[in-house]
């Protein structure tokens, strides 16, 4: 199956400091990407929606200053926590969609990233 | 902005059948049940989808009302490794852009 792999897996930062963490899309093309956050104990919520090559669609309430997403490649996604706080820390999920689309391949989930700042 | 209600928890025992289920009173015509289910700190992980008719594929089984105002999941032997919060989405056809909203999931448990 299609698989989409985060790095890094975790991290622990200062606050105050920029974290980057890349999706990348291991042996399939993605036209769209998405970036999810998870609180603890909580469900997954969409922050933004990437597509190659253009600027990404932030979800209400996700400040598109702070999470920079840049979509530079069919394979690769980045999100920058800029500027990190405690309250920003939080399991950060990526899903890749094919470019060419079949019956259950809207979305590959990759293994997300576990960002604490201190 | 997720369309559907499913229990918080739930436990079952090993080996047998897990039947989770999922209303979702206000589906569109053209739209799909999803399911897909998150083991803990690990990203989510596709296990079926369906319109109208049930399916079945390797993982599970979907069962569909015939209003289409619910549905169930079926783990038709369930072991340790099931354990996760299953989630229910309903959304439009494969091919369109839309994005997927998780809902809050129903927790199982699989006891020993």
């Known amino acids: 199956g299609a698989v989409v792999s985060q790095h890094p897996s975790w991290v622990i930062c200062k606050s105050g400091t920029s974290v980057k963490i890349e999706c990348r899309s291991l042996?399939?093309?993605?036209?769209?990407m998405f970036w999810y956050r998870q609180f603890p104990k909580q469900s997954l919520m969409l922050m933004a929606t990437?597509?190659?090559?253009?600027?990404?669609?932030?979800e209400q309430g996700v400040e598109k200053d702070k999470f920079l997403i840049n979509h530079a490649s069919l394979t690769l996604s980045t999100l920058t926590v800029t500027s990190a706080h405690p309250e920003d820390s939080s399991f950060y999920i990526c899903?890749?969609?094919?470019?060419?689309?079949?019956?259950?391949?809207?979305?590959?989930f990759g293994q997300g990233t576990r960002l604490t700042v201190v | 902005d997720a369309k559907t209600t499913q229990p918080p928890s739930m436990d079952c025992a090993e080996g047998r059948a897990a039947n989770l289920p999922c209303n979702h009173s206000t589906i569109s015509g053209n739209e799909y049940v999803y399911w897909y289910r998150q083991i803990h700190s690990q990203g989510p992980q596709y296990i079926i989808h369906g319109l109208k008719n049930n399916e079945t594929n390797e993982m599970a089984s979907l069962i569909i009302t015939e209003d289409r105002k619910s549905s169930t999941l079926i783990l038709p032997h369930a072991t340790l490794r099931d354990t996760a919060v299953y989630y229910c989405?309903?959304?439009?056809?494969?091919?369109?852009?839309?994005?997927?909203?998780f809902g809050t999931g129903t927790s199982l448990t699989v006891i020993p």
């Open positions: 042996d399939f093309q993605a036209t769209t």
């Open positions: 989405i309903v959304r439009p056809e494969p091919n369109t852009g839309n994005q997927f909203y």
């Open positions: 899903s890749a969609r094919m470019r060419q689309r079949r019956v259950g391949t809207e979305a590959f």
């Open positions: 990437s597509n190659e090559g253009s600027k990404a669609t932030y």
